[in-house]
């Protein structure tokens, strides 16, 4: 059964600090490595780190994919309170099992001014 | 451009109702899939449609069923409610087509059994 932990589950910071959210898996046929954003509904996406594409950036956000260890790091630079939201990561298989993600639980960051 | 739209937006059921919750994937994608996500935890995976049949299915008992119609909308049907079904239930879409293609998620359903 494929796996998805992450951690810290919450995490409070002030304004300006950088956070790294960590993502570890298990799964058979691994395809991708996906990271979310989740405010009051929609999961919002991030980034796609898959074989060939191991390192994502997008402005203050950043992703990098460890293959050999089985994780994934999520960075966020210099923290606005917008980047309040709970970070979600989930891994997605090649065929044979569900085609639907594995997601983990979530971590929860609440960014104070 | 329409992202992913989902109705209603809530909803309150009694124990042992039925319930159907719609959704309207992207325009260009043909795949929805849907997810039950309780309070506190990560989305979970009911079942996937493509090509209007049922392709895919996580861990959830036959209560839960689906449709996908010839627009590539869809339906969550779920009968027999009990109290550990209220969750926000997500639909997502995507394009199968493409390799590497994330799913975009809507709204959400907020379903609560009384």
């Known amino acids: 059964e494929d796996k998805v932990v992450q951690s810290p589950l919450s995490l409070v910071v002030h304004e300006g600090d950088t956070v790294t959210l960590n993502c570890s898996y298990e799964?058979?046929?691994?395809?991708?490595l996906l990271w979310y954003k989740q405010e009051k509904k929609a999961p919002t996406f991030l980034f796609m780190l898959?074989?060939?594409?191991i390192e994502k950036k997008s402005g203050r956000l950043s992703s990098i994919l460890d293959k050999k260890e089985l994780s994934s790091i999520l960075n966020i630079t210099a923290t606005q309170t917008g980047d309040s939201a709970i970070y979600l990561c989930?891994?997605?298989?090649?065929?044979?099992?569900?085609?639907?993600?594995?997601f983990g639980k979530g971590t929860h960051l609440i960014i104070q001014p | 451009d329409a992202g992913v739209t989902q109705s209603p937006t809530h909803l309150i059921k009694t124990r042992g109702q039925q319930v159907t919750l719609r959704c309207s994937p992207k325009?260009?994608?043909?795949?929805v899939s849907w997810y039950q996500q309780a309070l506190g935890q990560g989305p979970q995976f009911i079942f996937q449609?493509?090509?209007?049949?049922?392709?895919q299915r996580g861990n959830f008992p036959d209560r839960f069923s689906g449709h996908q119609y010839p627009n590539y909308s869809s339906e969550l049907n779920v009968n027999a409610l009990l109290l550990g079904d209220s969750a926000l239930y997500l639909c997502?879409?995507?394009?199968?087509?493409?390799?590497?293609?994330?799913?975009?998620f809507g709204d959400g359903t907020r379903l609560s059994i009384l």
């Open positions: 997502a879409s995507s394009f199968r087509g493409t390799l590497y293609q994330p799913q975009h």
């Open positions: 799964v058979t046929n691994f395809r991708s």
């Open positions: 898959t074989s060939s594409g």
């Open positions: 989930a891994v997605e298989a090649i065929g044979g099992g569900a085609d639907g993600l594995t």
């Open positions: 325009s260009g994608h043909d795949t």
């Open positions: 449609y493509y090509e209007e049949e049922e392709r």
